[in-house]
């Protein structure tokens, strides 16, 4: 059986979502590097993988899956469904908080924290300068939002219940760059926040994908994408 | 057993992503109206069922459960059966296809054709607002784009995932039936094979119900 193939730019934040979750289930893979600056992902070859003109885009067999959240939850469901709340063990309850809250990543968590990590992190290096209200309204955004993770974690070890899954595994890809800029100690504040994000550090994939990822983006060393 | 809650305003466009799910597996259920006008989303009542203070929510017994797309899974994996099954996970490739054109619908084609709907239809109906022709325009020129894709995808398959319906299908229903009320309706004659999907989409029984409460309203 060949490896999966990954095709896109380590650098993005949708890329880990997928490496982290290719890492947890151990499953053989191999990375085709894109060039975003070069627009690679604009070319008619990568746009009959994603006529959408994205990445990451993942290629199993004759199956070529684009959307990094329907590309994760395909390899978990295929190694390791219990990550989803399926499977064998898994309920109809665990599988819909799996589902809640990998919807809440990405409709509250994710729209906050972009202009964060844009403002605070890439735009100094693309000549932009820094719209400090932005960064403000968001952070203001990003604590109401711990509040409620904060009781939601108070209750449980991680967010769809007490065992690990893709919802806590998708929160990795923006967080990873969050937690490098000066506003990363607003977690301080939420003590089960803190508690479970340290826990996802720990994990063996989360440390490997780290280890692949400057937290600049590669545009401190002149290797953004 | 009680019959299942939706809390929020049956013409919630979200809310109408979960009734689609209920009405097409026949499941028991009432609708239990949010009253936007008195804050009443953000009520220490509501809050316990969304702890971000939205709509929907969703009550099955003890279960809360919120995130229209998160709820619409739920309600098709409980009442699934061989001839009625929207969300075919137990297919590795019908699953992933369901759920890449989930996500597609999520964050490309509601991004597009959603602003159409609060300019147009929304704020006008619900807070006596004119539509920003200007917002309204760059969303039409982005759904072109969109359209497009979906026009070539949809001349190789019948239904977004395949040649089977499924729940990536019902969830482009509540924004598009809005945006079918709109002067921008006549866009989607440009794209024959979307247009011909739309129609089978809003010739199913499920869908024909709902949409003729949305109309009443819209």
């Known amino acids: ?225 | 057993m009680a019959p299942a809650k939706v809390f929020g305003p049956a013409m919630s466009t979200n809310v109408a992503r979960v009734l689609v799910c209920l009405e097409e597996v026949g499941a028991e259920y009432e609708i239990v109206n949010i009253d936007f006008g008195t804050m009443e989303h953000k009520s220490p009542d509501h809050l316990k069922r969304n702890p971000f203070g939205q709509i929907p929510a969703f009550q099955d017994g003890d279960l809360y459960l919120f995130e229209s797309r998160a709820i619409g899974k739920y309600i098709l994996r409980k009442y699934k059966t061989t001839n009625n099954d929207l969300l075919p996970e137990g297919n590795l490739q019908e699953a992933a296809m369901v759920d890449v054109w989930t996500e597609v619908e999520a964050h490309q084609y509601n991004p597009a054709i959603s602003p159409i709907v609060y300019e147009c239809v929304i704020n006008p109906a619900m807070r006596g607002i004119p539509p920003n022709q200007k917002i309204v325009d760059e969303s039409v020129e982005k759904l072109k784009k969109v359209l497009e894709v979906y026009e070539s995808r949809l001349s190789k398959s019948a239904y977004l995932a395949g040649d089977f319906v499924s729940f990536a299908d019902l969830s482009h229903f509540p924004y598009t039936f809005y945006f079918m009320t709109t002067p921008y309706a006549k866009l989607f004659e440009s794209y024959p094979h979307v247009k011909a999907w739309w129609d089978r989409l809003a010739a199913r029984p499920s869908v024909k119900k709902l949409a003729a409460n949305m109309a009443a309203r819209a």
């Open chain 1, 1 to 225: 059986m060949a490896p999966m193939k990954v095709y896109g730019w380590v650098l993005s934040p949708w890329m880990l979502r997928v490496l982290v979750c290719l890492e947890e289930v151990g499953a053989e893979y191999e990375v085709v590097p894109m060039s975003r600056s070069g627009g690679d992902h604009r070319r008619p070859e990568h746009l009959a993988r994603n006529p959408f003109g994205e990445i990451p885009v993942l290629e199993d067999g004759d199956l070529t899956l684009y959307q990094s959240r329907a590309i994760a939850r395909y390899i978990l469901r295929k190694y390791k469904p219990e990550l989803l709340g399926l499977g064998e063990d898994g309920t109809l309850e665990e599988a819909a908080m799996v589902d809640v809250w990998v919807d809440v990543e990405a409709h509250q968590i994710e729209n906050t924290l972009m202009p964060i990590l844009l403002n605070c992190i890439v735009n100094k290096f693309i000549g932009r300068d820094r719209d400090q209200a932005a960064v403000d309204e968001s952070v203001q955004k990003l604590e109401k939002l711990l509040a409620v993770y904060e009781t939601r974690l108070s209750g449980s070890k991680y967010l769809a219940g007490d065992r690990i899954s893709f919802a806590d595994l998708s929160h990795f890809s923006c967080m990873r760059h969050f937690i490098v800029t000066e506003y990363a100690g607003v977690i301080d504040a939420y003590p089960h926040v803190k508690a479970w994000w340290e826990a996802l550090l720990a994990r063996p994939s989360v440390k490997k994908v780290m280890a692949g990822i400057p937290p600049d983006f590669g545009f401190g060393s002149g290797n953004a994408p």
